[in-house]
């Protein structure tokens, strides 16, 4: 909430230009000396150029925008006038995308959208919360999910199931809440759920933001039921600095002796598809080299791909992480999903990309209906940081560039991914993450068991009709909130 709009860590490719003779030079500069007012209009529009060019070059979604069409404008100065027509770079930004797109934003910070991406935040000092509603009011009300540990979350003692209603004393709506937490400290009362009520105490806790660095790798844990040996894995976000990490949770599961694996995704967005390849990788490992994603691009993209380079638009099963080292496969055949609506982007690409080859067992809610990947678009000649950035502003672009579908061509799920059973978190009883008798844990093993779930489980299958409903979590205000990208972007690009 601290930060404002943030990219994904993608860099382009260089396109090498052939360089301006010094008589096209001279010419170009006896033109910029002819038309002093064209000048000077395109200095003040820089950043709109930059947003058009980006867009019209890219853009999954082009062909949904008309504007966006490279016939669309008859000559330079009619660009420019249409440019100068929007009051902010985000006004334009948000004119060009297309109505069915959720998910491209644009940043005028890309320093702090990089950190983002690397796991860094300052950002709700380390709780993860849910967003629930109380029903006749706009009152909000949050419940920590879990909490990050070595921050001051948890320093403050403060654990999963926590409710609070105030910040800073205040009441949270959804018009206050990314407000009352954008400050340096911010305090918090103290409460619970009971019996579908919320019972507060009188202990409040005061929170200093401290920058910190979350390894998304937060639960691995091995259990013996039945003689059979259970991985459990609570994985929170696609961070491609953390691939090592995630390489050496699998690395302990399969000294470990695990011939089931629960993989928790309930509160992954998303990030980094390469680290989704490698995820599925380790997860299996009888599939190197087969395919694990297909890409889709806008019609200019998909053709020169088709045409020029046809395994670019391929992800396959691989066998190493990005440094080089070896994966660490369990070779399973199955493999449960722990989900919920906060199950986005790369986390549904597992689920899909895994399903043409092993028995995927989603447990829990319907996913969020993220297919698309994006990529961080910098104002420079070829929209990479590596090239000769602008110096003048720190606006960058992540516009969604593809879209993903799994061996068998399954896309466009807009609707999500549902479950195979049926499980909604009951804030009356949210358990223990890691535990045998945390409620989604359970019913995975004993789904491993073949106990159905039924009995006093079954409650948990309809979330119980109370004055308390639950509406989001709280990354739903950051612009990062459940994207996908890509590191790279080919070098077919046609900017003007």
């Known amino acids: 909430m601290k930060m404002k709009n943030f990219p994904l860590i993608l860099v382009l490719f260089t396109f090498i230009f052939t360089s301006c003779s010094k008589d096209d030079e001279a010419l170009e500069e006896n033109n910029s000396t002819n038309n002093p007012e064209e000048t000077t209009q395109e200095s003040e529009l820089e950043i709109e150029e930059f947003i058009y060019a980006g867009m019209n070059e890219i853009y999954l979604y082009k062909a949904d925008v008309?504007?966006?069409?490279?016939?669309?404008?008859?000559?330079?100065?009619?660009?420019?006038?249409?440019?100068?027509?929007?009051?902010?770079?985000?006004?334009?930004?948000?004119?060009?995308?297309?109505?069915?797109?959720?998910?491209?934003?644009?940043?005028?910070?890309?320093?702090?959208?990089?950190?983002?991406?690397?796991?860094?935040?300052?950002?709700?000092?380390?709780?993860?919360?849910?967003?629930?509603?109380?029903?006749?009011t706009n009152n909000l009300f949050?419940?920590?999910?879990?909490?990050?540990?070595?921050?001051?979350?948890?320093?403050?003692?403060l654990t999963r199931g926590t409710v609070f209603t105030e910040i800073n004393g205040q009441k949270i709506t959804l018009n206050n809440l990314e407000s009352l937490l954008d400050s340096d400290s911010f305090t918090i009362n103290i409460g619970k759920v009971e019996g579908g009520t919320i019972?507060?105490?009188?202990?409040?806790?005061?929170?200093?933001?401290?920058?910190?660095?979350?390894n998304p790798v937060h639960l691995v844990k091995t259990f013996d039921v039945d003689g059979t040996r259970v991985g459990y894995l609570m994985y929170n976000s696609f961070i491609g600095n953390f691939d090592d990490e995630l390489n050496q949770a699998f690395g302990e599961l399969k000294s470990e002796g695990v011939e089931e694996l629960v993989l928790d995704l309930r509160y992954n967005g998303g990030g980094d598809v390469d680290s989704a390849v490698d995820l599925a990788s380790m997860i299996t490992g009888q599939f190197e080299g087969e395919v694990f994603m297909q890409e889709m691009w806008n019609e200019t993209y998909q053709a020169y791909f088709e045409e020029n380079a046809p395994e670019r638009l391929l992800n396959l099963f691989d066998s190493k992480i990005r440094t080089g080292e070896s994966i660490n496969s369990l070779n399973l055949s199955?493999?449960?999903?722990?989900?919920?609506?906060?199950?986005?982007?790369?986390?549904?690409?597992?689920i899909n990309g895994l399903e043409p080859y092993i028995n995927v067992i989603q447990i829990g809610e319907t996913t969020t209906g993220k297919f698309q990947a994006s990529v961080t678009l910098y104002d420079s000649e070829d929209f990479s940081k590596d090239s000769d950035i602008n110096k003048d502003h720190t606006y960058a672009l992540q516009p969604l560039v593809l879209k993903s579908a799994n061996a068998n061509g399954k896309s466009d799920y807009f609707n999500g991914l549902d479950p195979d059973v049926e499980l909604v978190e009951n804030i009356n009883n949210?358990?223990?993450l890691g535990d045998l008798n945390e409620p989604f844990l359970q019913a995975a093993v004993n789904h491993i068991k073949g106990i159905p779930q039924i009995g006093a489980d079954a409650g948990q299958q309809k979330r119980p009709e109370s004055n308390l409903k639950i509406i989001g979590d709280g990354e739903m205000f950051e612009p990062t909130y459940q994207r996908m990208y890509i590191n790279r972007v080919p070098e077919i690009f046609r900017r003007k």
Not at 151 to 157: E, I, L, Q, R, S
């Open 66 to 136: 008309p504007v966006l069409a490279d016939t669309y404008f008859d000559t330079e100065d009619d660009k420019l006038d249409y440019l100068a027509g929007f009051s902010s770079p985000e006004s334009l930004f948000k004119n060009l995308k297309s109505s069915s797109d959720r998910f491209s934003f644009i940043t005028d910070d890309y320093e702090a959208l990089e950190e983002s991406f690397n796991g860094v935040s300052s950002s709700t000092a380390g709780m993860n919360f849910g967003l629930g509603q109380i029903s006749g």
């Open 142 to 157: 949050g419940f920590l999910q879990y909490v990050i540990p070595n921050t001051p979350a948890a320093d403050a003692g």
């Open 430 to 432: 949210l358990g223990v």
């Open 199 to 214: 019972v507060l105490t009188d202990e409040t806790v005061t929170l200093n933001y401290a920058s910190y660095t979350a």
């Open 334 to 350: 199955k493999v449960y999903v722990l989900s919920t609506a906060s199950t986005a982007s790369a986390s549904e690409l597992i």
